[in-house]
């Protein structure tokens, strides 16, 4: 028994050595995966807004999904400055160092985001269809392309 616990206690302290370590491990690999989880953030978003865009658009039949889509891009664009923490323009990104030197800017833009999602998930709880599809557009272009447009690298010209 006491041989357990003395094995258990080792191996928990390599365990503990490791954390340290991967604690102490550069900045650049914070950096990175900030970055990574940035973009699957984004990219929920987006797969929201594309599932979306099919049921508004009549694609599929899952009318009945369209209010989770909503809630989800309230909650997923709510506070989207944090998954910009200082330093992340760095590495495999397509965000613009241009977002912390107009850092209020971005802020405004990522909190009008949030509000545009709100509105959108109003209109579907209405359930006009016209209005539904006007508040997604607007929320596209208020959003998502307001945004891109100055805070991210444009492919094309790269
Ligand atoms: C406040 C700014 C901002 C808003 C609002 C915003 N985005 Fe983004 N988005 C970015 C930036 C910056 C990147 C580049 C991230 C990177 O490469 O690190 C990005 C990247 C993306 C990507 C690519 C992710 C990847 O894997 O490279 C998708 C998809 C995306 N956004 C969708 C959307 C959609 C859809 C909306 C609107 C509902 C939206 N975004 C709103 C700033 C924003």
């Given amino acids: 028994m006491k041989r357990l616990v003395n094995t258990v206690?080792?191996?928990?302290?390599?365990g503990s050595v490791g954390l340290s370590t991967a604690t102490w491990a550069s900045d650049e690999a914070a950096t990175k995966e900030a970055i990574k989880y940035r973009k699957n953030m984004m990219s929920a978003i987006g797969g929201h807004m594309g599932a979306a865009w099919q049921i508004?658009?009549?694609?599929?039949?899952h009318k009945?999904?369209?209010?989770?889509?909503?809630?989800?891009?309230?909650?997923?664009?709510?506070d989207l400055v944090r998954l910009f923490p200082k330093g992340s323009d760095k590495g495999k990104t397509d965000a613009l160092p241009v977002i912390w030197e107009k850092w209020a800017d971005f802020?405004?833009?990522?909190?009008?985001?949030?509000?545009?999602?709100d509105k959108f998930a109003r209109a579907v709880a209405d359930g006009d269809s016209a209005k539904i599809s006007q508040?997604?557009?607007?929320?596209g272009?208020?959003?998502?392309?307001?945004?891109?447009?100055?805070?991210?690298?444009?492919?094309k010209k790269k």
């Fill in 64 to 78: 009945g999904d369209l209010a989770m889509h909503t809630q989800a891009l309230q909650v997923l664009s709510q």
């Fill in 107 to 117: 802020e405004k833009i990522s909190k009008q985001a949030s509000e545009y999602a």
């Fill in 141 to 155: 272009k208020q959003a998502c392309k307001a945004c891109h447009k100055d805070y991210r690298k444009d492919k």
């Fill in 9 to 14: 206690m080792c191996v928990c302290m390599i």
């Fill in 56 to 61: 508004i658009e009549g694609k599929v039949e």
């Fill in 135 to 139: 508040a997604y557009r607007e929320y």
